[in-house]
Every structure is written in structure tokens, then in C-alpha cells.
């Protein structure tokens, strides 16, 4: 009995492994161990990863073989490279940069195959289709460097974007190129073949940015509640994508590129769904797709094929070179510097998943022999070592000068930033998180502060056990997206007075509320809470209306009315709209006067906001119905008002949020109040602070009596 044990364990630790919980644990052991222990000599986590693959592979130690288990993670793991490459592409500074990237991905394309193609047709005496193959291949460039940038906080640096951008379109054309290629190896190079490609291509672009999105917006409004759904329904679109740009006849990298586009707008960057898809990618399939690259490397053959190893130098030089003169070419014609030239260079200069499928359709098709091939891979290790190293460098240097995607580190803001969340409806909780996660300053340390005040009576103590027990949830809530959160209760015999006196406290910049609810008659008549916070706190206040997910809208919708430039937190309010266009991936529709879009323009030039932005002219401030006929069905509202006696305040807004609630029901809504300069009144220190007494009785009894009119 203990020989049948001891042969069992000893079964179970044959070479190659075959038991599919101890191959799991292997490669889950590699991805904890390799980067942390290569991090110590500084090389990159990733080509730990490739060389660990090399090292268990059926090349190295035969630990592992390429097996169907091990295809099917390397094959999510490209995918998912892909994708998130495309996901967390700025479309915004895209769209700005996109001339920039189609000459890039122009420069890449062209530059290594007008070198490769004559090295490989006159010095190693290839003919001409298998030239134009290898030539072709060299164009292609995987995006494997990306986690690093990423990890960095650079991905959104403007170096980043064209390299990202430029990556559609040289391995779509290469991948194309391909395409034709093989179609004229044997001949069938003919109309039918160009008819059948181009309605075939032409469909799959139709689906992915026509249907797909519209499905996406569709399911995230109707399962709003099911974060698990979100994520699975992901991982749908991806693969389905990836099915079906390899029917279109293109690789299926593409599709995955493509699905990251078409739900970019979908997904903001500082969501709950972005962080799982980001660390579910980054934690298993990523790294499983480094690792299989590496398990492809036979270093055995520079030893017995002498042949191979002059392909792979010859190839080797020949990518460099190209890729590097294309950055080089992009550094001088958009006058980039030296450490974007880096960024753009490591990036393109990695060879894995597009020069892989290239070569190995070639090698299929009998179109390259072996020596290519195995010259082919000792090229992929060569580049991913290269480009690992020299985009980690650049990095680093980018990180240094501070020039990072945190836009508030270039507007020398003197103190870090504190938001303060006032919970009354445990309702709104996720909402209003929501929000304050995409507005939020991605280079402050302070946690968002969500604060609940309990009324100073009898149950004072047994209300504030209970008010700490519910906003448990609003800590589990903000985990999901690595937001950190703090918990603030607090007594007051005034929830104003509690509230103005924790903003104090915390030198808060701005305090989220929910929308006030509809007041009763007592509120009427001695104020409504929502005045008293303004009269009692001289931060930025926004109140937010969110009765729908924020990206389902397609535009922003910003009133300024006249002079609100001039008050103290515009420039603070300004930063955070434009933060959450960019997060949303949305254009701002501003409605104000020549006066404050000359001051915009004048914000937006200071602080090089690559932000889409239009105005229209508006002077009559005095009926706000007339605004209705600048507001689409799909436009999130954004309204800046200010307190009064303010030199912006208009008698127009006054009891504001009621009259937007009655305009724009329908809409989210987030109405603005930019900080003041102080010199309160009196009232603010009485129990109940707000506006004169005579007028709030005066108010309260005619809204009881008559019927309101509306403005």
C-alpha cells in the first residue's frame, strides 16, 4: 500500500506535467515569483515572465508542453493585451493626436519593410513573395510593453496614444497584406477574393461600432445592479469580437483591438468594471501569454542550425532598425522629445502576436522554411527584452519629470485635494461614489470622506452605532474600484451645522450632495437644508441628480451664466467637468456669454486640455425655460450657479434645484456652486442659518397658497 502511494506522487510529478492543478500552480507560482525577484536585479516583470517560459518549456526543463490548456490561456492573454490596449486609449486626446497616429502607424508600416524586403530578396536570397512576407512581418509590432506604461500612470501620455494608435492601423494593413499574400502564393488573387474581403471587412466594422455598442449601452442601463454580469458580459464581446474579425479574414487580435474601441466610451477609466477587467488581465491571462511566448523559444537551435542564427541577427538588425527610424521620423516631424521617442519606440519595437500568426500562417502555407521561423522567435525574445528595457527606462524618466496622466500636477494646485460625501440616503450611496471616483484627483492621498451627521437627541449614541453599521457598505462598495474610503460620523443638533463643521475640519475642497428632496411645509417655512449648507460653507458644492448610469449619455451639457468665471472655484469646478468628460469619453455643449468663453478658452489653453469642447452664445439669463432648446434627450446637465451675494447670483436661481427639477426630470442633472471668498453674514451662526426669516416665511406661505411660477 505505501509503494502503490509513493508511485502515485511520483506519477503525479511527471515530465512533462499532465495534472492540470499542479501545471495551474506552477504557472501561478512563476507569476507571484519571477517579477519580485527580477525586480530586485531591475529587470522588467515581463521579461522575467518570457524567460521563465523559455525555462519550463518543452525547450528548457519540459515542464510544461504546449498543450490545449496552455493555447487557450496564451490565446486570452493576447486577447486581452489587445483589448485593454484599446479600452484605455483616450479618445479624447485621440482624436486630437489621430493625424499624428496614421502617420506614425504610416512610418511603422513602411520604414522596416522598405529595409526588410531588399535584405531579405538580394543578402539572403529569398524570392520575391517570401520577401514581401518577411518584410511585412517586421512592420508588426504586439503591444507588450503596454503594462509597463500602464503601471507607470503614463498610458495617456500623447507618446502613448499615437503609439497605441498607430498599432490598428500597421497590423491591420499588415495583417491584410497577409491576407493578399497568401491568396497570391496560390493564385487566387482575383476579383472575387477583393469583393469577398472588402463586404466581409466592411460588415465587421458595421457590427463592432455600430451594434455592439448599442447592445453595451442597452445592457449596462437594464442590468445596472449585476457589477458580476458587466464583466462576463465583457469577456462576451471581446471573444465574440475575436471570432468574428478571424471570419472576416483578418487575425483575431484585430476584433479584440476593436472591441476595446467600440466599448471605450462604456467603460470609464476609474470605474468599478475597468479596475476588475484591469486586474483580472494583469494578475492570470497577461502574464499566462508572456509565459507561452517564452515556451516557444528553442535556444538549442543557434547551436545546431548556424543558419537560423544568421536569419535571426539578420532579422533582429533589420527591426531595430526600422522601428527605431520610425520613431526617430516621428520624434523630428512632431517635435517630440527624446524620452517620447523612447516611449513610441518601445512600444513598437516588441514582436510577438501579429509577427507570430504572420510567420506562422507563412510557415503553414509552406511560404518560409524552418530556418525563418525559428529566426523568427529568437527575434520575438530579442525584441520583448529590448522594448521591456527601454520602455521601462523611459518611464521612469517621465515619472520623474512629473509629467504622469495627473493633469492637477501641471496646475501647481497648492494643497492636495479633499472631497467630502454627506450620506442621508443610503439609496444614493452608489451614485454618488460613482461620481466622486470619476471626478477625483488621481494624484491626492486623501480618501473620500463620507460623512453622516446624526441628530443630537435621546438616541443620539444608538443612532450613531447604527449610521457607522450602514456606511460599511459604502466601504465595501468603493473597494470594487480601489478607491480608498473613510468613514466620518459626527452629533450635531443641526445636520447643516454638522455638516459646515466637518468640511471645516477636513479642509474639504468640495462637497457632494444628493438632490434635495421635495421640502414640507416646516422647511418652507424656516429654510430648507440645502440652503442652509450653502449659507454656512464657503467650498465648492456639487449637487448630483443620477437616476440613470452616467455612460449612457452622448454630450455634456454645461451652463455658465454670465460672470461665473470670476468667482473664486471656477478654475476647481472647471477641472472637475472636464474630468468627467474625459472619464465619460463625452464632448461639452457650453452655453454662456463672449465674456466667460473667452475665459474658458483662456482655462483650457493655460492647462492644454485636450478636452472636445463647443459653445453657444446665450445673453438672457433671466428665463432659464429658454435654455430647454440647448439640451438633448442624451445630454447629462451641468448647471454653475452661486450662492447669493455673489457677484454671478442671479434672482433667477433662486430655489434653483427645484426649477431644474422640474424642466429636466428625466435628465441627470449636477448643479454647481463654486467656492466664495467668505464675509458671511449673521445668520450663519444661528441655530437654523439660512436667508432673512421674513423672506423664508414670506416664500414658504406663497408656495403653500399659490401656485408657483415657473422660471
Known amino acids: 500500500m505505501i ?36 525586480r530586485r536585479i531591475k529587470i522588467p516583470g515581463i521579461i522575467g515572465l518570457i524567460l521563465s517560459g523559455i525555462v519550463i518549456g518543452p525547450n528548457g526543463l519540459n515542464l510544461l508542453e504546449k498543450n490545449s490548456a496552455v493555447d487557450l490561456f496564451s490565446t486570452i492573454g493576447l486577447l486581452y493585451i489587445m483589448f485593454v490596449a484599446g479600452l484605455e486609449l483616450d ?13 506614425f502607424g504610416f512610418l511603422t508600416f513602411s520604414v522596416p519593410i522598405l529595409i526588410g524586403f531588399p535584405v531579405c530578396y538580394y543578402l539572403l536570397g529569398y524570392d520575391m513573395v517570401p520577401s514581401i ?13 503596454y503594462p509597463i506604461v500602464n503601471s507607470y500612470g503614463i498610458s495617456k501620455n500623447e507618446a502613448v496614444a499615437i503609439a497605441i494608435g498607430g498599432t490598428i492601423l500597421t497590423d491591420t494593413a499588415v495583417l491584410v497584406v497577409l491576407a493578399v499574400i497568401v491568396a497570391a502564393f496560390y493564385d487566387n488573387l482575383n476579383t472575387q477574393f477583393w469583393w469577398s474581403f472588402g463586404i466581409s471587412f466592411t460588415v465587421f466594422l458595421l457590427i463592432m461600432f455600430g451594434v455592439i455598442p448599442r447592445i453595451a449601452k442597452w445592457f449596462f442601463q437594464k442590468v445596472e445592479g449585476e457589477k458580476t454580469s458587466h464583466y462576463i458580459f465583457v469577456l462576451c464581446v471581446v471573444f465574440f469580437a475575436a471570432f468574428l474579425s478571424e471570419i472576416s479574414g483578418l487575425e483575431p487580435i484585430i476584433g479584440a483591438f476593436m472591441a476595446g474601441l467600440a466599448l471605450n466610451r462604456l467603460i470609464p477609466h476609474s470605474s468599478a468594471l475597468m479596475n476588475r477587467i484591469e486586474f483580472i488581465g494583469n494578475s492570470i491571462f497577461i502574464p499566462f501569454f508572456l509565459i507561452s511566448v517564452g515556451m516557444i523559444v528553442d535556444v538549442r537551435i543557434l547551436i545546431e542550425k548556424p543558419e537560423a542564427l544568421l536569419i535571426a541577427g539578420t ?50 502555407y509552406g511560404i518560409v522554411g524552418e530556418n525563418a521561423l525559428n529566426g523568427t522567435i529568437i527575434l520575438i525574445l530579442a525584441s520583448c527584452i529590448v522594448a521591456s528595457l527601454v520602455t521601462e527606462s523611459a518611464s521612469k524618466k517621465i515619472v520623474v519629470a512629473g509629467e504622469q496622466d495627473v493633469v492637477v500636477s501641471k496646475r501647481n494646485i497648492a494643497k492636495e485635494e479633499q472631497l467630502i460625501l454627506p450620506i442621508a440616503n443610503l439609496n444614493n450611496m452608489e451614485a454618488l461614489l460613482d461620481f466622486a471616483t470619476l471626478i477625483k484627483s488621481k494624484q491626492s492621498p486623501h480618501p473620500l470622506t463620507v460623512l453622516t451627521v446624526v441628530p443630537n437627541d435621546e438616541l443620539a449614541e444608538q443612532n450613531l452605532q447604527k449610521a457607522r453599521k450602514n456606511l460599511d457598505s459604502t466601504v465595501k462598495y468603493a473597494a470594487g474600484t480601489e478607491t480608498e474610503v473613510t468613514i466620518m460620523t459626527t452629533i450635531d443638533y443641526n445636520i447643516p451645522n454638522g455638516i459646515s463643521r466637518a468640511a471645516t475640519e477636513t479642509s474639504a475642497d468640495a462637497i457632494l450632495l444628493g438632490w434635495p428632496s421635495k421640502p414640507g411645509i416646516i422647511e418652507k417655512l424656516v429654510g430648507e437644508k440645502t440652503e442652509s449648507i450653502l449659507n454656512q460653507t464657503d467650498t465648492n458644492l456639487f449637487m448630483c441628480q443620477v437616476n440613470r448610469p452616467l455612460v449612457s449619455h452622448k454630450r455634456l451639457t454645461l451652463f455658465c451664466p454670465p460672470l461665473a468665471e470670476t468667482e473664486l472655484g471656477f478654475v476647481f469646478c472647471m477641472d472637475k467637468i472636464q474630468r468627467l468628460s474625459q472619464e465619460l469619453s463625452i464632448p461639452i455643449h457650453t452655453i454662456c456669454t463672449e465674456r466667460t468663453k473667452a475665459a474658458i478658452n483662456e482655462y483650457l489653453a493655460k492647462f492644454k486640455s485636450s478636452v472636445q469642447i463647443v459653445f453657444s452664445i446665450h445673453d438672457d439669463w433671466d428665463e432659464l425655460r429658454d435654455l430647454r432648446k440647448f439640451v438633448n434627450d442624451s445630454d447629462l446637465i451641468v448647471f454653475i450657479s452661486a450662492r447669493q451675494g455673489e457677484l454671478s447670483y442671479r434672482y ?3 430655489r434653483i434645484p427645484k426649477k431644474l427639477d422640474k424642466v429636466y426630470h428625466l435628465h441627470n442633472r449636477i448643479l454647481v456652486f463654486p467656492r466664495r471668498r467668505g464675509g ?25 397658497f399659490t401656485k408657483e411660477r415657473d422660471s
Open 133 to 145: 512576407l518577411i518584410g511585412s512581418m517586421l512592420a508588426t509590432h504586439t503591444l507588450v510593453a
Open 652 to 654: 433667477s436661481f433662486d
Open 315 to 364: 532579422l533582429i538588425g533589420i527591426s531595430m532598425t526600422g522601428k527605431w527610424s520610425a520613431a526617430l521620423l516621428t520624434q523630428v516631424l512632431f517635435k517630440y522629445s527624446n524620452v517620447q521617442r523612447q516611449v513610441i519606440y518601445g512600444l513598437s519595437g516588441a514582436h510577438a502576436a501579429a509577427t507570430l500568426a504572420v510567420i506562422m500562417v507563412g510557415h503553414e
Open 680 to 704: 458671511r453674514s449673521l445668520d450663519e451662526f444661528e441655530e437654523v442659518p439660512t436667508t432673512p426669516l421674513f423672506q423664508r416665511i414670506g416664500r414658504g406661505i406663497g408656495s403653500i
Open 91 to 103: 479618445m479624447t486626446e485621440f482624436r486630437k493626436t489621430r493625424h499624428k497616429s496614421i502617420m
Open 3 to 38: 509503494k502503490n502511494f509513493f508511485d502515485h506522487i511520483s506519477h503525479a510529478f511527471d515530465i512533462p506535467l499532465s495534472n492540470p492543478v499542479l501545471v495551474f500552480a506552477l504557472i501561478l507560482f512563476i507569476i507571484l515569483l519571477s517579477p519580485i525577484l527580477l
